[in-house]
């Protein structure tokens, strides 16, 4: 449903997004091939702007597709409500490292003959309700398919990342039965389009998983597809389930953590739910100061990101001048965007996100007399925060005004905290390589994976989080940052936030500065060489896409040694 394909593009509105282009730009840089399709969100998410008590207000983000893009001259129909509306393409060319070249295709309703309503289909990223949902989804997933074909690509297996695209499988089985009623599909047909699909499923939340009306879906989708859905059991509890559809249809699933694997299948205990750990593309995430200094000390780093390994015996003082370099950059940009000026040689905690209250961005303030003295030892505490929330979402709106009625509560001059409206693309890779800690307590287990970490990861910058998502895997307790412990409550859990800050990360920062070298050094060299796009569109292609070529491959190589 959304890719962030360059900055200029309002095309994404957070992680999910991010982590869409992070693949492809992978998938570029490796040679892979592989085709994507989105929507073109002509009126983008929404630009943030808070007041001073942290009110969040939404202004759309209107931008051109010819500055970007080449307009296809395919045409293909999908039907809504009954409705024929014709979509197009716009083609952006994703260049990788080596030339290669991974085309995104962004669909478009807004055409002459269109109604006015169906021309709109494609304005807003997550605008409307459910309804309008609805119907961008069958846009994206019915027309994604028929693009396709228009085009004359030639698919082997596509892959639906996120329940969003579910419906490409109904445009492929009614394709598979040339036309004719779907009520007359065989398991041999479904089978047919099962061999050719994949799916990631990207939340544990439940609500985050799409779920329509009967009435809707037979008002929208149709009263035959709906009929054979419900047959072939892609309803649950009444409503038609994304998720659902996508694992039916599905030779083979995943999971985007170890963790989230795990949930998923309980969540879906009828089916195979594999996990593929989430990454992030390095040259995008890595700020310019440190991509200086790997050039120089690892310089095979940008062709095999596992060379990243060999920093464990890099000079602390390099990494840690190339880490202030990034951090005046981004207090740099926090002065002017704020007016406030805040010391590089203080610790740092950086906390941006979405604002969603699963992710308790309070919870640092949940015992503001033993944070402030946690400032006073450390000789001084600055928080950043960052994050968006829904345009629909009243508790996270609310979780902002929350947190900037706190930061003025409760800051001073020793414990300064500051709220960056506008989390975007720029902001995140400014954020995630210029504070000192990064910081991340959702309730357990509704992290899927989280990449933000990843990103800091990648520049050195240690995490200190709760044991969900990826940082399960990714933590190693005082070598690539810490864990928060588990307990039976938000305030439980906000004490050994503080534990660890008082015990571990301000007498580290405060007393031994070549210790904290080391600790970025190896927050780099063994997360940021594992937690990438690279290593994961790799695991994508050998477990996902072909894992049948793999073994025949292997069996050649077993007759040959046999031999």
Not at 51 to 66: K, Y
Not at 95 to 112: A, K
Not at 239 to 262: D, W
Not at 554 to 562: D, F, R, S, T
């Amino acid at each position: 449903m959304e890719i962030a394909i360059q900055p200029a593009m309002p095309t994404y509105s957070g992680g999910l997004g991010v982590l869409a282009g992070d693949t492809l730009r992978s998938a570029a840089d490796l040679g892979v091939p592989v085709t994507a399709f989105t929507l073109l969100h002509r009126k983008g998410y929404f630009q943030q702007h808070l007041d001073a008590t942290g009110l969040q207000t939404e202004e759309v983000q209107p931008w051109n597709p010819a500055d970007f893009c080449t307009e296809e001259a395919a045409r293909v129909t999908v039907s809504v409500e009954d409705r024929v509306v014709t979509v197009r393409a716009w083609r952006y060319n994703l260049e990788g490292r080596f030339g290669h070249i991974v085309p995104i295709y962004l669909l478009d309703t807004d055409l002459d003959g269109n109604s006015g309503w169906d021309r709109g289909l494609t304005d807003h990223l997550y605008g409307g309700d459910t309804n309008y949902r609805l119907q961008q989804e069958i846009v994206l997933g019915m027309g994604g398919v028929r693009m396709a074909s228009a085009l004359g690509l030639q698919v082997n297996v596509y892959h639906m990342n996120e329940g969003h695209a579910a419906l490409l499988t109904l445009a492929l089985l009614e394709s598979q039965l040339g036309g004719g009623p779907l009520s007359v599909a065989t398991e041999a047909d479904i089978e047919q389009v099962r061999r050719k699909c994949v799916f990631t499923t990207h939340t544990p939340v439940p609500a985050g998983h799409d779920r329509f009306s009967t009435e809707q879906s037979i008002r929208i989708l149709g009263g035959d597809r709906t009929a054979r859905l419900e047959k072939l059991g892609c309803f649950r509890d009444g409503l038609l389930n994304m998720t659902l559809l996508a694992l039916r249809f599905s030779r083979y699933a995943n999971g985007v953590a170890m963790q989230h694997g795990r949930v998923s299948r309980n969540m879906f205990p009828e089916f195979a739910i594999d996990s593929i750990t989430n990454g992030v593309h390095a040259a995008t995430w890595i700020s310019g100061p440190v991509q200086q200094m790997l050039d120089e000390e690892v310089p095979t780093w940008r062709r095999d990101h596992l060379y990243l390994r060999n920093l464990v015996d890099l000079q602390e003082t390099k990494i840690l001048a190339a880490h202030a370099q990034a951090k005046d950059d981004l207090l740099a940009e926090v002065a002017s965007r704020t007016g406030m000026v805040l010391n590089p040689k203080v610790l740092t905690l950086g906390f941006a996100r979405r604002a969603a209250t699963y992710k308790r961005a309070t919870l640092l303030f949940t015992d503001p007399q033993r944070l402030q003295a946690i400032a006073e030892a450390a000789g001084g505490l600055q928080i950043i925060y960052a994050g968006k929330a829904h345009p629909q979402d009243e508790p996270g709106k609310a979780l902002i005004q929350k947190v900037v009625e706190d930061a003025s509560k409760y800051g001073n001059d020793t414990l300064r905290v500051v709220y960056l409206e506008n989390y975007a693309w720029d902001l995140g890779a400014l954020l995630t390589a210029g504070v000192d800690v990064w910081v991340n307590n959702p309730r357990r287990p509704y992290e899927a994976s989280g990449t933000s970490g990843m990103k800091a990861a990648m520049n050195g910058v240690p995490s200190l989080s709760i044991l969900d998502g990826w940082w399960i895997e990714g933590c190693i307790e005082g070598v690539t940052g810490w864990a928060i412990e588990d307990g039976d409550s938000d305030e439980e859990e906000a004490q050994s936030l503080y534990r660890k800050l008082e015990t571990a990360v301000v007498p580290l920062y405060r007393d031994e500065p070549e210790k904290w070298g080391r600790l970025m050094r190896t927050t780099l060299a063994y997360n940021g060489s594992y937690f990438n796009t690279d290593r994961m569109i790799r695991q994508y292609s050998r477990n996902a896409y072909y894992p049948g070529v793999l073994v025949e491959k292997a069996k050649v190589v077993e007759e040959a040694y046999a031999d």
